[in-house]
């Protein structure tokens, strides 16, 4: 017969033990010390029973000790796209919002749940930047976290390289702050914000045919 203190109560006294309490953890996810604001030190409570029970060992696997709910924290899947104009300028942004407001990106955004990612592309360069992608080629994908409203996102950003019928129509939207042409020479990576982005645009600077030629 199981003893009241072993099972879920156990587990619950292990888990705590590689971090910190659902107290502490409320505390401390707006503090400063790195990867505060992974889930983690975040999520204090069960989505399903709404005990305070749940807990991850790895940052992956969340496990309710009350309950037995199970979640995973998968990364979720964005688009970004380069686009150069006949000058062999490339396309960037200026971030509109946290993370990283003000610094050098490039165009694109999150995939929508049942989207696909070639359509995410062709909706997000249409609202950010009133463009219209005619073709594309898949470039690569880069990792990256994204800390928003007190929580990282872990990504995966897919990198396209992009034509548009028509650069004249290029505005600002939704959320970038402005949109810029920079000559290839002209790019420095430290004014760029996002990990992510930078190695994109370090890669495309460094791949043949595109920015070394
Ligand atoms: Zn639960």
Known sequence: MRSFFTGPRQKRRACSGQGATVKDRRQHHTGGYAGSTYPQHVFGFCPRCGSDGLCSRDGRLFVCSRCGFEYFINAAAAVVALIEDGRQRLLMTRRGREPKLGT???????????????HALIREIREELNLEITDFTYFGSFPNTYPYGGITYFTLDLAFVCTVNDLTTVRAGDDAEAYLFVPRHEIRPEEIGLDSIREIVRQYLSSPGNGSG
């Not at 050098?104 to 990612?117: H, I, K, N, S, Y």
């Open 104 to 118: 050098l990106d490039l165009p694109g955004g999150f995939v929508d749940v049942r989207e696909t990612a070639e």
